[in-house]
């Protein structure tokens, strides 16, 4: 075990490359499948039938298909559309476009939790559609959606390591690299140490995630119940 942490060490550098290029891949993911998630989640709940028809299709079709294989087709089939991707862009797309359909099921049911009622309310007060969504639904919504989304988010950070399946040098491949510059050059096999901590890295991002969502969710709380209050008090 002491040989797998000298190893650790002398490897850092690769390792810190591999971590960045996870880190960048996680984020540049984490922000384009909010940006679809977002925009598909309000779509699927207007009024227009043929639009919610579409963006269920997309929804259905991203989420049967196995990531892998998405991520797959875009690789090699950029090529014949006369769109060669590099390794890095094309495990992007791939992940930002099921990342999106799974937050845009997720943001259409936060919005449908909050009670028809308000969206009548406001539609009668005249106010537009996207006043409606910006100042009274979305709000709503996030306490609903906040949980289930950070549930996606470490999910997708976890997702990354599929990226070593088409050359993406990310913490995953990485670690698989020195276990086979360790296996040629040393004769040793050093797999359960590098993947244990790749494991642990993982598990550390993964829960630092988990616990700014719950205190975010929990400032949230706080917000909603002092607003709840507020008219009692007011009444009293």
Do not use: H
């Not at 984490?30 to 929804?59: E, P």
């Not at 990342?99 to 939790?113: D, L, M, T, Y």
């Amino acid at each position: 075990m002491s040989y797998g942490f000298s190893l650790i060490a002398e490897n850092a550098p690769l390792l810190l490359i591999g971590l960045r290029a996870t880190l960048l891949l996680a984020a540049v993911t984490l922000v384009a499948s909010t940006v679809i998630g977002v925009l598909l989640g309000t779509l699927a709940t207007v009024k227009a039938r043929w639009v919610r028809m579409l963006v269920a299709l997309y929804v259905e079709v991203l989420r049967d298909i196995p990531l892998i294989v998405t991520i797959f087709t875009i690789f090699f089939g950029a090529p014949f559309l006369g769109v060669p991707l590099e390794p890095f862009p094309a495990v992007a797309l791939g992940l930002s476009l099921w990342g999106g359909a799974n937050g845009a099921e997720i943001v259409r049911g936060g919005i449908q939790s909050v009670p028809k009622g308000q969206r009548e309310a406001a539609t009668a007060l005249g106010l537009r559609a996207w006043k409606i969504y910006l100042l009274i639904l979305w709000p709503q919504a996030l306490r609903a959606v906040l949980p289930a989304y950070t549930g996606l988010l470490a999910l997708i950070v976890q997702s990354t390591s599929l990226g070593a399946l088409v050359g993406v040098t990310e913490f995953l491949k990485a670690g698989g690299l020195i276990i086979e510059r360790s296996t040629v050059m040393q004769g040793i096999n050093p797999a359960f140490e590098i993947y244990a901590f790749v494991l642990l890295v993982y598990f550390g991002v993964c829960s630092v995630l988990t616990a700014l969502s719950r205190r975010l969710e929990r400032r949230l709380g706080r917000a909603s119940a002092g607003i709840v209050r507020t008219p009692d008090a007011a009444s009293l």
